[in-house]
């Protein structure tokens, strides 16, 4: 098991790197959608069974996380194979190029998937690891989480979405930003 730390390079295998790559090709997908570009990959036994991208800003709705569009996407997945959920989540790996936020950490905790790979740690918001933190949770299951797999080019989405003017923030904070930074007044 995981414990956490950034030093989990050796547990990384071409399979995992295979769909960590659909993950951000997702992520991708979110960027020229003009979504926070964050991609996410359910797998079962080494098959792709859902994906999902952030899809916040078309729905206006803030929970259409990458994780849970995935969720909702595994859930059309069982019902076409007559499976439930609760019983294929057991099996699954989810990969996601940020760390869930504390939302998001807590549905897949919930579901009790069997391991959790995330390229970046998400400093303000995450779940696992950042803001909320694993270990504190006292739950009775443990996920197996294999974190900051591959932080650069999460990171390098992020900040290339962020440096361009997003159509979706409101008017005031659009025209407040100087130099990368929000200016409060």
């Known amino acids: 098991m995981s414990d956490g730390s950034t030093e989990v390079f050796e547990k990384i295998t071409d399979i995992d790197e295979r769909f960590m790559d659909a993950a ?3 992520a991708e997908e ?3 959608n003009d979504e926070v570009p964050v991609g996410c990959v359910v797998v079962i036994n080494n098959v792709q ?3 999902g991208r952030n899809d916040v800003n078309r729905t206006k709705n803030p929970t259409r996380h990458a994780e849970m569009v995935a969720l909702d996407n595994m859930k059309l997945y069982c019902s076409k194979i007559c499976k439930n959920l609760s019983d294929l989540v057991a099996e699954a790996t989810l990969y996601v190029t940020l760390e869930p936020c504390i939302m998001c ?3 897949l905790y919930h579901l009790r998937f069997r391991r959790i790979f995330y390229a970046a740690a998400n400093e ?3 779940g696992l690891d950042s803001v909320g933190n694993r270990r504190k949770y ?3 299951h443990i996920i197996d989480i294999i974190s900051c797999c591959r932080p650069t080019p999460s990171i390098e989405l992020l900040k290339k979405f962020y440096d361009k003017e997003n159509p979706f923030c409101p008017e005031e904070i ?4 100087r130099k990368g930074r929000l200016v409060l007044d």
């Open 49 to 51: 069974v859902a994906v």
């Open 124 to 126: 303000r918001f995450g």
């Open 24 to 26: 951000f090709q997702q």
């Open 30 to 32: 979110a960027f020229q």
């Open 105 to 107: 950490a807590a549905a």
């Open 138 to 140: 006292g739950a009775e």
């Open 174 to 177: 659009r025209n407040t930003k």
